[in-house]
């Protein structure tokens, strides 16, 4: 129990109070100003100096909910990253354990070419990368994003993993395995609860890289798949029209905020008391 | 094994039907021929980097006028040039046609990536430009779109007979309305790019160099004078991040006049996103024009509805619809360009871009000595 100091409480109301302040003009204010710009009539343009639009209508919303294939880009891209994240992490758990658990020669210089493809230009990667798919008759938009995605995001994962791998304690396999357990036992009671947060930050990480990726689902995709970016791309560039692109990020802002929210429940579990049985 | 079997069949009949469909020679066939042919092929992808939501509406009239369908992708030009590039090898690739920079055409041609030439096969190639912004395709890409460059300006915050006309006058302006004149960073839109290249060519003297091919360093010995003139002014101007941040930024209130594309402007006004009330003019000191391309890849498979639709984009009809509807600049000369926001007296202002080698030294010493 912490003892209670004499302006305590003042200082408990003062630090909400400012985190309140701030978050309303981090967050709010832009998100406020974006459904207002998102309900500017598109005949009654909203210009200096008038301090509010003169009409409101949710004629925006309509015209890019029928124009702009948003429905199709959100399927997409929702379909196609949690098949990346999965494969990805799949793909990289062997050589996250690899990395995390055991010595061998040429280790470190193997960590390096797995980073590889971090350092090279996405426009690079996505180009040459979808040569090479094409070239391979591996151009089936669909599966060619999948795989593009997933080899974009194995780096990650597999940085991430290993690092998981590793903090694993031996003192708690070494119990595991004088207790008789098995391998299995031994995977599932001590490994999986402390890969936990890394599993998910994989997935995550995954999932992120393959919603926000252009060049690769472009190049493979067009003009049979479209996918959320290819969207983005094409409001927020030339073709600006701060309305649209504020219906837009309204838009795709809804199924980001429920993918955090289960992220969050899913993150609830204290893994740390999980692993070590320390409430 | 059945279904192998007839799987098999029916790939080895649709490969022979592909390769019928294609193998064609545009060249060795009569126009109406080639519009027979075209009808067969029944859709194209027509891949345009900007305004995509309005051309597909105007699209619509190919359609109905042909039976061919249009489908215009969501993109943007990188976006676009990476996937000519990383289907280059493929024997049918999924662009039809496609919108492109001028300066883009060179590497393009080099990796025959353009069907070419086209103004062998197009019934009116002889009135469309092949050479745009010191770009010369050789037919392998006609001009379908005339953009300008000059000033857009708030009339409810600028007095119209006092619109600067002069270089002096401009910089006289800049130091009565402080902030009032915004730049865009040329690294992220051309207006920005045209009006410091104007700037050189006003300070400094034109040369007939910057128009032509190939680099030398002694022609931009004197272009120190230029940014002197823009860090005299730095307190003065508005940089702005874009060429559609400006026009945002002219809308609120916050600058009142600044470098912009004639059909960028008209482009917004009809969609709403910036107020009518914004007005563009072309001053006597010059401001640049310039357009874009339309070609088609070498690998598309539908070459006949692909020559069809360029026919049909690039003709006197279709360019009078654009100067109606975005304001571009008719590149036929039989179009009608009197729905522009400039009157053809203020067009007799519109002067060259630089080749792409000053025009990137350009951006690059703007860069260095004044944003840096």
């Given amino acids: ?68 294939g948003l429905v199709e880009a959100l399927t997409n891209s929702y379909t196609i990253a949690p098949l990346v994240a999965l494969f990805t992490v799949i793909l990289a758990l062997p050589t996250a354990y690899a990395f995390g658990r055991i010595e061998f020669r040429g280790k470190k210089l193997a960590e390096v070419v797995v980073l590889l493809p971090l350092i090279m230009p996405g426009m690079i990667i996505g180009v040459f990368f979808s040569s090479m798919l094409i070239s391979l008759e591996l151009s089936e938009p669909f599966w060619g994003i999948v795989i593009g995605h997933t080899v974009l995001a194995l780096p990650y994962a597999i940085r991430i993993l290993s690092a998981s791998f590793n903090s694993v304690p031996q003192d708690l396999i070494d119990a595991s395995k004088d207790l008789g357990g098995s391998s299995f036992t031994t995977f599932r009671h001590v490994f999986m609860p402390m890969l936990k947060p890394g599993l998910l930050a994989s997935l995550i990480f995954c999932l992120v890289i393959s919603i926000e990726e252009f060049n690769i689902a472009f190049v493979l995709g067009s003009p049979d798949i479209t996918t959320v970016p290819t969207i983005l791309y094409s409001y927020l560039g030339y073709s600006f029209i701060r309305p649209n692109a504020a219906v837009i990020s309204l838009i795709l802002v809804i199924p980001n905020v429920i993918l955090m929210l289960v992220i969050e429940r899913l993150l609830k579990g204290n893994y740390l008391a999980e692993s070590t049985g320390k409430a | ?316 009809e279709v360019q009078t619809r654009f100067n109606e509807v975005f304001g571009s600049a008719p590149q036929h000369p039989d179009a009608d360009d009197s729905k522009a926001l400039v009157s053809q007296e203020q067009r007799q202002f519109s002067k060259s871009f630089f080749t792409a080698d000053y025009a990137t030294k350009a951006k690059k010493a703007f860069t260095e000595n004044v944003l840096m």
């Fill in chain 2, 1 to 316: 094994m059945m279904n192998k079997t007839l799987t098999a069949i029916a790939a080895t009949v649709a490969l022979g039907l592909t390769t019928q469909a294609s193998a064609y020679d545009l060249k060795e066939m009569q126009w109406n021929q080639i519009v027979e042919q075209a009808q067969k092929e029944k859709a194209i992808n027509v891949y345009v980097w900007y305004f995509q939501p309005r051309f597909r509406t105007i699209f619509k009239d190919f359609e109905d006028k042909y039976g061919i369908k249009v489908r215009v992708p969501n993109s943007n030009e990188k976006g676009n040039i990476n996937k000519l590039i990383a289907e280059g090898k493929r024997s049918a690739g999924k662009i039809d046609v496609m919108a492109i920079d001028a300066a883009r055409m060179p590497s393009l041609m080099q990796n025959n990536l353009v069907y070419g030439p086209i103004t062998d096969v197009l019934p009116d190639a002889a009135k469309l430009k092949t050479k745009l912004n010191g770009v010369e395709t050789g037919g392998y890409a006609v001009s379908f779109w005339g953009n300008q460059t000059g000033f857009a300006y708030d009339p409810s915050r600028v007095n119209e007979k006092e619109l600067p006309q002069s270089f002096d006058a401009l910089g006289k302006w800049i130091s009565d309305n402080p902030y009032a004149f915004g730049v865009n960073d040329p690294n992220k839109g051309g207006a920005g790019n045209a009006f410091i290249q104007r700037a050189i060519t006003n300070m400094t003297g034109d040369n007939e160099a910057y128009y032509a091919t190939g680099f030398d360093a002694k022609n931009t010995t004197k272009w120190s004078e230029v940014w002197t003139w823009f860090d005299k002014h730095s307190d003065e101007i508005t940089i702005t991040s874009s060429n559609a941040d400006s026009l945002t930024r002219m809308n609120d209130g916050e600058i009142s006049m600044a470098p912009a594309w004639e059909d960028h402007l008209k482009g917004l006004q009809a969609q709403g996103a910036i107020t009518p009330r914004i007005k563009f003019y072309i001053p006597e000191f010059g401001m640049p024009g310039g357009g874009n391309m339309i070609m088609m890849p070498a690998n598309t498979s539908k070459k006949a509805a692909s020559m069809l639709f360029i026919n049909w984009i690039t003709s006197a």
């Fill in chain 1, 1 to 68: 129990m912490t003892a209670q100091t004499k302006n305590g409480g003042l200082i408990h109301k003062l630090s909400i109070g400012f985190f309140i302040i701030i978050n309303f003009f981090w967050i709010g204010v832009p998100f406020l100003m974006a459904l207002l710009w998102s309900l500017v009539d598109p005949k009654h343009p909203w210009s200096y100096p008038d301090m509010f639009p003169k009409v409101l209508s949710f004629g925006r919303w309509e015209q890019m909910w029928e124009t702009s």
